[in-house]
């Protein structure tokens, strides 16, 4: 719709799966009040979620008076059942399909044949599981309201009991065609047949307001196609941003997404005409290059030399953040090299936690968002020969991820010019959103193919990405973010979640580190240190972080593992080389684990369970400071910290560890009696 066609009183509203499909005023009915008004606000959906059936009571239905409990207790059962809101899903799927028919119908212009609406529906593949998931997702801000399922508890409980008293089936639920069973006295005398019948009369209107909203009269045959997945010539497909309604999502972690993540944080890339990235794979390998991307000549082109290292160096987690987002969408994907993902680049900024910094700009934010996205498109990948099980793989090079449009969108400012008053210019401003266009490469035909039983395993080997792995921010935790970026992908290969020190450092660091470490005193002291923060991060981010006894000893392990009563010291001589054989045990949060098959407390087998002190609130600590005449500056002076731990500390960011409490205490004094806090 041209922007300029819109006026006040129509309000148009995208539909998250195509922004070509708008509804337009749209209303809802007020049951209680018993008026129409305007819906304003919407949460990516077409409905408002008081919105569900849009005929007032009858006054004889409205006399009837229900139990606020037992209708709770129903509408919980509805939404835990699933059965009404796939009845509801069905109607709407079918009566989709009906404006489709006629569509067609009307295109061949002659008297078509009675058919069977719903067996129609479900020939076209219209009823299956991933339409029906897609419906869902589109109404899925409804459906998360408790307002939603009491009024449809409501609707249904109310008919009930007015066929109870009446002993006559309401007039609202004889919908011709809805319920084919074959009647008989018992059968349908049953409470079961009754409560049957009307669950299922809701649903039909329900779904019949729902398909009002959705304004069907406005759009063409290949739009509706869409809406009800029907694959076309081009495969284009969007989706919904991550993370709606959780806090993790599936990606998978087989080949070559774990080494594509590594190429983009490791630096572990070798020199030649064409700079690559390597991994030997059983008897074959896997390996990375960078290539040249223009999405309007669709021409691919391999990176050389010098040009290859400038994009290389701009590598990071950041890069690594985006790439795991495409990995999870073409996770979720039946098909994913023949779908693109689309997305906008105000999304991601939210995802990455970005919303928050004041220190750029929207359209700053936005051209970095594009640039990361063009890093991620530049990496390609050659799959040869990695004959695992006798299941050979070999993928011809191509790009991991097809660029296939970057489109920035803002206003146009409005120029005067003096000398030329009737002739206004205008002028392009800031972008306020980025348009994302990517299609996985052809390598997802082998390794996330649902359909070839060959690639089902390689698909079924996923582990779950957190939320607040993307929003690490790895400029203050470049070693946390890498970790995080290497576990959530080794989460489901090692579930045990032991690793050698020296392992992961190699995974995730430049080949030349260990050598630098063992000449350097300083670097490794600082790496130790870096390391041991690193593992905090996580711990705060609800990863489950054990060590084992046997092998890393209490005088390297971080002081904040320790108990209050353990003195660390100083570490012993030549700790580096048992501190790089110390198997360490990190495990994603016990909701991943679940999700993942199981969860197995760590904390017995790795170290001593250690006692939480009390909990010291920054305002506490200001108190004392100003009573000693002391600054924070002094404070993280003598307690050997960084002084920005200390401001974090004072404001709640960052958990005070049981070492530094200790110290604080006998520094500023008693705090058992600090106030309470409101």
Known sequence: MDEGDRSVKSIDIYLEDDPDLSISEVYYADVDKLCVKPVTQFNNLTLDSTSVLTEPLASDLASIALNQQQMQQYAAKLKAGKSFLNLVLVNVATGINQFRLHLANARLQNDADVINLYDETEKIGALQKETMMRLERRFRSVLKTDEFWEQSANWILVRLEQWRREDLMPADCAVVGMLSLESGADLTDSDEWRESLVVSACAFHTASQWLRHLNLSGHSAAEIDKLLGLKSSHGTTSREPLFQDTEMERVATGYPILTGAQALINSQWEDGEYPYWKKLVGEGFIQHQIVRQSPSSQQIELVPGKAAWEIIQQFGPEAAYVFLIFSSYATDSEEPWAEQIRLRGTDLIRLFGWDKRTDITIAQKLKKIGHLVELVCSLSVLVKNINIGAKRYNVERGPMWILEGLGYAGQLA????????????????????????????IWTEKFLNASDTHARESLFQYGYLAKSTLQINPYRQRLASKLAIFLTIMSRIRDDGRYEVQTLLERLEPKDLLDALRKDRLRRVKLINQWDSALLTLKELGWEIGFDPATYPESIRPTWSLNEDVDSGYRPRNWLSIWLKAIVIIK???????????????????????????????????????????????????????????????????????????????????????????
Do not use: C
């Open 588 to 678: 994603p949060s016990v909701k991943i684990q679940e999700k993942l098959g199981g969860h197995a407390p760590i904390a017995l087998k790795a170290s001593r369970a250690v006692p939480q002190p009390p909990a010291l609130t920054g305002e506490a600590i200001k108190a004392a400071l100003e009573a000693k005449g002391m600054t924070k500056a002094q404070l993280a002076d003598t307690l050997q910290v960084d002084r920005s731990l200390v401001t974090r500390w004072l404001k709640g960011q960052r958990t005070i560890q049981p070492k530094h409490l200790k110290q604080i205490k006998a520094l500023l004094g008693d705090f058992d009696n600090q106030p309470d806090q409101d």
């Open 414 to 441: 409005l120029t005067m010019d003096m000398n030329q008053p009737d002739s206004p210019t205008y002028e392009a401003g800031d972008p306020d959103e980025l348009y994302i266009k990517v299609r996985p490469g």
